[in-house]
């Protein structure tokens, strides 16, 4: 299945905030539902805004099902629609409206997204989804809006755009400084600012490390913020050392990390630079490929698979990964130098 972004069909454009996380709610809960293959964010948002039919989207994403929505505010009231789609044959699998009091956002999206997300379990499954887990947590609506913006920023990979993501996220811990999401969304951005020249390994890695250890101290077992961790850990000891020790120990663990959280895409995409810093392409293609399927329209995967196909020497396979990657996403520098 695939989460269109919701449609806000208010009159104010300001609502737009609250649509797009009611989407990454809804996308961040499906994901957990064991057996539902649900299409990433990036490719999802991809068609904000675009004037293509149902059936087009779900051959792009490779999904059998769309869930659409619209959300309406009037005053203190909010009308919530939401629709599954069968891609085959546009039947309505499913469909249902809600209507609250605008009093508490993030209730109200917490509460449609696990009533959605259950009867998408039965409609498509079979069966109840059992726990359904929040979204983003945080009791700002402000703060919230600065990491949805910065979201969108982050996947241009732009100079520019990593720039205006980390101020961005920067604002919101400002107004929220509990806010994990946006402090493990920060600690990437300092990883992508690394690769694109904006920041040194001696300025970032400890940077990346200390905002994750405030996530991993609350949340353990959060995925992301550890695998973010291990790469940035390990990349401040090998300035140290060369022991190839640290490689192989970073390899295992994230390897676990990838097996316990699937739906996760940048421990995947860590991981397949350490397969290629000890030249085992042969394991960083299907981990490629699987995120491929998982985000087909993730500039990052494209540019990733035109990197790994340049070091094996498959010179127009890397080219036409560079330029799909272009296609999406056209301000990337290293996509371009790359070229």
């Known amino acids: 299945v695939a989460v269109l972004p919701f449609v806000n069909m208010s009159n104010d454009e300001d609502n737009e905030y609250f649509s797009d996380g009611l989407t990454?709610?809804?996308l961040h809960m499906l994901a957990q539902v064991p057996d539902l293959k649900v299409a990433a964010r990036t490719s999802s948002f991809a068609f904000k805004n675009q004037d293509k039919t149902i059936g087009e989207i779900a051959a792009e994403l490779q999904v059998a099902h769309i869930l659409e929505g619209s959300v309406q505010r009037a005053g203190d009231r909010v009308r919530i629609t939401a629709q599954l789609i069968r891609a085959s044959d546009g039947f309505h699998v499913w469909s249902n409206s809600y209507d609250r009091t605008f009093d508490d956002i993030f209730a109200i999206q917490d509460e449609i997204a696990e009533k959605v997300g259950g009867a998408l379990s039965v409609s498509l499954l079979g069966t109840p989804s059992g726990e359904m887990f929040a979204g983003v947590k945080t009791a700002s609506v402000d703060a919230y809006d600065l990491y949805l913006q910065a979201l969108k920023e982050r996947t241009t990979f732009s100079y520019g755009g990593l720039q205006a993501a980390e101020d961005l996220l920067k604002g919101a811990l400002t107004i929220d400084p509990d806010f994990l999401d946006a402090k493990t969304e920060l600690a990437n951005v300092y990883l992508n600012q690394?690769?694109?020249?904006?920041?040194?390994q001696d300025e970032a890695f400890p940077e990346v490390v200390a905002l994750t250890d405030q996530v991993l101290d609350v949340e353990p077992d959060n995925g992301g913020a550890r695998a973010v961790q291990v790469y940035a850990e390990t990349g401040l000891h090998i300035g140290e050392n060369s022991d190839p020790a640290l490689i192989t120990d970073a390899i295992s663990e994230?390897?676990?990390?990838?097996?316990?959280?699937?739906?996760?895409?940048?421990?995947?995409?860590?991981?397949m630079r350490y397969y290629q810093s000890i030249q085992q392409p042969e394991?960083?293609?299907?981990?490629?490929?699987?995120?491929l399927k998982q985000d087909p329209l993730n500039p990052r995967v494209h540019y990733e698979l035109g990197n790994l196909y340049m070091a094996i020497d498959e010179w127009d396979e890397a080219r036409a990964a560079l330029e799909k990657s272009l296609e999406i996403e056209p301000r990337q520098p290293n996509a371009y130098a790359n070229l």
């Open 283 to 291: 394991k960083s293609m299907p981990m490629l490929k699987s995120a």
């Open 254 to 271: 994230l390897e676990q990390i990838v097996v316990d959280n699937p739906t996760i895409l940048h421990p995947k995409i860590l991981l």
């Open 194 to 200: 690394v690769e694109t020249g904006l920041m040194t």
């Open 24 to 26: 990454e709610t809804l």
